[in-house]
């Protein structure tokens, strides 16, 4: 059977391939349309230069009335430097750059404060010493802006002393913005040593803002990670987490409100309901799912093309390198229940790699309940893009096939969206052939029995199959069900350490004793029964062995049936 008969998972045209790249039909832009405000974080040149701006000045006034110390965590190019410069121009009282929007008739603009912005956006540092060195260009920057001069050495005493001395020259209480406030952390993850190193550092210069408490009018400090409040947190435990306030879920990203009023005239003739799937899905307690900006600034400026814009610009390898170490188990990512703990504390010396995947945005919120008197959260993969993208991640630390998994994906989605188990289990057996196992040398992966479930998930999910794990019955659970284009595949897997013959091949009695005992099992537990009712739906049985001596497929069967 040709293997052109596959459908795109996007458009449902023929298509190879399992995820389209090619754009869709482009509405031509009306000539009144605002400018996307792509790569630009300053709220003034959004407003002078008639970019579009979607308006959070409300949440802005929301925070300022009701507390004065405030942290907030999202992933990177969510728009946490755009809502901290529009913070700024507020407090430095620029009202003519407000008019139209909320804020503009709730704010006393005959009132000013001089605002320290603190930024570690910019740039890599590798030492302790590089860091204390960018944090007194910062405090130099901000004494030449507010035009103060300090003479207190230490980073702490000149962070004090600027404090002190901008209430004194201008009459009010100064602002103090933190921006990337981990910046300096994350980009030595992979180093403990040094990222302790930088924690000590930066909170070294953010204690100080505790003892400063009644020279401050208010302070608002972003990141992506939020570190556990025995580490960085300590000296200044006055901080209010928003992360998971719901009141200001959306105060980051954009509402489905937001992108149809918005970007109204850019998104003519775009199939809403495929844009929500490709990148809405993002969550933080509200009643609302978000889209990424980002996404959706390139996704127009690129005449409607679905790609991965978000996760291309960052690189999830140590976090990769964090689950193959741990061995985890990644069908596990389909039911992830954790605990507020999990969610908002990050320590360098104990990193969990769950905690990570939720900070830096490859998990969000899904549903919250309560459990034994705590309140817990269910986790999910926010949207395709995320999925087809992680899963690609993971299928190059797993397996370290780069160049070569496009093929195995292709094929694989041929086989299952024709329902061709024979086909896929031949796919397979190459699959696990071509890993270089040379690359394992240095972790015993190919030993520990959920690493073939593992791979397998990864490379469905990439495909955009529905994966339900351990799907459970009544009989018991079943390893993996894997759901696509109207087939349902009801997997068994089991792993043995694989006695070698003579010929090679297995021993005859193991293999006697393997031979069909994974498709056996799901005859005799009934696995596969809760699908067969569904109209429309071929359900496939397969049984798979593995044997960690050979590693690869050594034993199959599978039976079809429809519904």
């Not at 009202?95 to 930024?119: M, N, R």
């Not at 000149?158 to 001395?165: A, K, P, T």
């Not at 980051?252 to 109204?264: K, M, N, P, S, V």
């Amino acid at each position: 059977m040709s293997r052109w008969k596959s459908r795109c998972i996007c458009c449902q045209t023929p298509e190879p391939i399992p995820f389209c790249q090619t754009p869709n039909t482009f509405t031509p832009p009306n000539n009144t349309m605002k400018k996307l405000p792509i790569g630009i974080q300053t709220f003034s040149d959004i407003i002078r230069e008639d970019y579009v701006y979607v308006d959070k000045t409300k949440i802005a006034i929301d925070l300022i009335r009701n507390g004065k110390y405030y942290f907030l965590s999202r992933p990177r190019r969510f728009g946490k430097s755009l809502f901290l410069d529009t913070l700024k121009e507020i407090f430095e009282g620029n009202k003519a750059l407000f008019e139209g929007l909320h804020i503009y008739d709730q704010w006393d603009w005959t009132q000013s404060y001089p605002v320290i912005k603190i930024d570690f956006a910019e740039g890599t540092l590798q030492s302790r010493a590089e860091l204390d060195e960018i944090i007194y260009e910062i405090l130099e920057d901000n004494q030449h802006r507010l035009n103060l001069q300090c003479s207190v050495g230490s980073i702490r005493g000149r962070m004090g002393e600027l404090i002190r001395r901008a209430k004194e020259k201008y009459g009010n209480r100064p602002v103090v913005l933190v921006d990337e406030y981990d910046k300096p952390i994350l980009d030595n993850i992979d180093k403990p040593g040094i990222a302790a190193e930088m924690r000590e550092g930066l909170k070294n210069l953010y204690s100080v803002f505790k003892g400063q408490d009644a020279h401050l009018q208010f302070v608002f400090m972003t990141g992506v990670s939020k570190s556990s409040k025995v580490s960085l947190f300590s000296g200044i435990n006055q901080l209010l987490d928003i992360t998971l306030d719901g009141n200001f879920s959306a105060i980051c990203g954009y509402t489905q409100e937001d992108l149809e009023r918005g970007f109204a005239m850019h998104l003519k003739g775009v199939d809403l309901e495929k844009l929500r799937i490709w990148y809405n899905g993002y969550k933080w307690l509200g009643s609302e799912t978000l889209y990424n900006p980002y996404d959706i600034l390139l996704f127009i400026h690129k005449k409607f093309s679905y790609r991965n814009y978000w996760f291309e610009t960052g690189n999830p390898s140590f976090l990769v390198r964090l689950f193959e170490k741990n061995g985890y188990f990644l069908p596990s990512l389909e039911d992830v229940e954790v605990t507020e703990e999990i969610l908002d504390s990050f320590d360098v010396e104990r990193i969990n790699p769950l905690t990570l995947l939720f900070q830096t945005g490859y998990l969000t919120i899904d549903t919250t309940f309560i459990r034994r008197q705590r309140m817990m959260f269910k986790l999910k993969i926010p949207n395709l893009e995320v999925k087809i993208a992680l899963n690609d991640q993971f299928i190059n630390g797993y397996t370290d096939l780069v160049n070569e998994k496009i093929g195995y994906q292709n094929h694989l989605y041929t086989s299952l969206v024709n329902g061709n188990p024979e086909e896929m289990i031949g796919v397979i057996r190459r699959l696990f052939a071509s890993i270089p196992w040379r690359n394992f040398t240095k972790n015993n992966l190919p030993d520990v029995e959920g690493y073939y479930a593992s791979v397998l998930y990864a490379f469905f999910s990439s495909l955009d199959a529905r994966i339900i794990p351990e799907d459970i019955t009544s009989h018991g659970q079943v390893d993996l069900t894997v759901k696509l284009a109207g087939h349902v595949y009801v997997m068994e897997i089991k792993v043995v350490n694989g006695r070698s013959g003579q010929d090679g091949d297995l021993d005859g009695t193991v293999e006697k004793m393997d031979q069909n005992s994974a498709l056996k099992q799901i005859r005799e537990k009934g696995y596969a029964k809760k699908y067969l009712g569904e109209k429309g739906v071929k359900v496939h049985e397969v049984g798979l062995i593995f044997s960690r001596k050979r590693r690869n497929l050594v034993s199959w069967a599978w039976e079809c049936s429809s519904s």
